[in-house]
């Protein structure tokens, strides 16, 4: 311990005190105004104004469906194309070469379903993720997902080879 040092100072010098700054406590979990239910969110407070407060759950609904805000949700983190402009990347993972929608992915679209993005899920993942349900029986589903684990191994298969040849 060095010479002349307080054990109970905490880091302060003489004179400095800690400060109480005043903090509210808020639920770990309360009503979600946009999803009406609990879930987890960040909390903030707004002191001492009421701008931006007071709005209702359809204002708020209406609000989320003007078409920048769309624009804005809708568009690729990592390459920065618009879905909700039918725009994207075929080379982008996050895109996957489709915008909002793209036939079933199971059996490349022969069941006629279209499947929709999971904006949320893409986003987080930054890959694409599509909600929908294919048509096709089970065991004509399990022949496309057999069919596309080989093509996609004799790929990488053949990809190796190639980087094996050069080096």
């Known amino acids: 311990m060095m010479e002349g040092a307080n ?3 905490e880091g302060f010098t003489d004179g400095d005190s800690p400060e109480d700054v005043p ?3 808020v639920p770990d979990t309360a009503e979600d105004d946009v999803l009406n ?3 987890a969110s960040v909390y903030y407070t707004v002191q001492n104004t ?3 407060t ?3 759950k359809q ?3 209406q609000m989320m469906k003007i078409d920048s805000y769309q624009r804005k949700i809708d568009t690729c983190h990592l390459c920065g194309e618009c879905w909700y402009d039918s725009k994207c990347s075929a080379a982008c993972r996050e895109c996957e070469g489709f915008p909002m929608t ?3 992915p199971v059996c490349n679209g022969q069941c006629n379903e279209t499947w929709t993005r999971n904006v949320k899920l893409s986003h987080s ?3 694409a993720h599509w909600e929908g349900t294919c048509k096709l029986p089970p065991e004509m589903q399990q022949a496309f997902m057999i069919r596309k684990f080989m093509d996609s191994s004799e790929e990488t298969l053949t990809e190796s080879m190639q980087d094996l040849s050069t080096t």
């Open 37 to 39: 239910d609990k879930s």
């Open 23 to 25: 903090m509210e406590n």
């Open 102 to 104: 793209r036939p079933c």
């Open 7 to 9: 054990t109970d100072d």
């Open 54 to 56: 007071n709005y209702s």
């Open 59 to 61: 204002e708020v609904e």
């Open 125 to 127: 993942y930054h890959e």
């Open 50 to 52: 009421t701008e931006g």
